[in-house]
């Protein structure tokens, strides 16, 4: 197997292992807690984005790794981790618009992890030396994606209203 093939083998195989944990084990207990209790273990996963920055890291990924997309996932993580930190004040404060600022970040970091892994497959960044960042796509990202779908499944079979 090719680099490609292992990445993305790697991806599914993650992805698969999160979404089952999430389906039988976390999203039962979270279904019993009130909106804005549930949604908050799942924003503080996010809170750990911070950890894209590592692409703008020479000493970890070579520095022929496309400076554009290092970019793009650096800086949309650090956005997403903000946003997340901000929804999560937001819920523990009872802000009347911590529902608006729940959405607003879970659509930019859905949007920020779809672009990511289009542009990385689009360059093939596993050809580059991606280090110890390999394991932020192949483990981390799957779980980030789970955890969007979570989000975005409480946020429209549950009522706003009750985020409060």
Do not use: C
Request: charged share 10%; hydrophobic share 60%.
């Amino acid at each position: 197997m090719n680099n490609f093939q292992i990445f993305g083998l790697q991806f599914a195989l993650s992805t698969l292992v999160y979404a089952l944990i999430a389906r039988w084990y976390i999203a039962p207990i979270l279904s019993k807690l009130p909106l804005r209790t549930a949604l908050q273990p799942l924003l503080l996963m996010h809170g750990l984005r911070g950890l894209g920055m590592t692409l703008l890291v020479t000493a970890v990924v070579s520095p022929e790794v496309p400076r554009a997309f290092a970019t793009q996932v650096a800086y949309g993580d650090l956005l997403a981790t903000g946003l997340a930190l901000l929804a999560l004040a937001g819920l523990r404060a009872r802000w009347a618009f911590a529902p608006a600022i729940v959405w607003v970040f879970n659509l930019e970091g859905f949007a920020d992890l779809l672009l990511a892994f289009y542009n990385g497959v689009r360059l093939d960044v596993t050809r580059y030396q991606l280090g110890a960042a390999w394991y932020i796509p192949t483990f981390v990202v799957p779980a980030l994606l789970v955890t969007h779908i979570m989000i975005f499944s409480m946020l429209t079979k549950r009522p706003a209203a009750r985020i409060r």
